[in-house]
């Protein structure tokens, strides 16, 4: 069974941080392109970051420069560090795993940006 858990959301600050975190199990997680998107209300999901099983990234062009991906493929669990956060960050964080055509998708973390 596959399950992919994240932890790490929370009300934050308009400028702070937070670092989500996405464990997996059930799958050879070495080999899975890793993703974190979000979806905020009333709106479509939308890509965050990849890495590939490379660790090759791509971003989203609203935090190209603010939010970085990475992963540890011996703690089975992939990164996303949130910096210089904004309300138009606050959205459902969700984590994705994909390897060819499977994909698996977390059942998401919340993250508010607000004073």
């Known amino acids: 069974q596959v399950q992919l858990v994240e932890s790490g959301g929370g009300l934050v600050q308009p400028g702070g941080s937070l670092r989500l975190s996405c464990a997996a199990s059930g799958i050879i997680f070495s080999r899975h392109a890793m993703g974190w998107y979000r979806q905020a209300p009333g709106k479509q999901r939308e890509l965050v970051a990849t890495i590939t099983s490379g660790v090759s990234t791509n971003y989203g062009d609203s935090v190209k420069g603010r939010f970085t991906i990475s992963r540890d493929n011996t703690k089975n669990t992939v990164y996303l560090q949130m910096n210089s956060l904004k309300p138009e960050d606050t959205a459902v964080y969700y984590c994705?795993?994909?390897?060819?055509?499977?994909?698996?998708w977390g059942q998401g973390t919340q993250v508010t940006v607000s004073s």
């Open positions: 994705n795993a994909r390897y060819y055509a499977f994909e698996y």
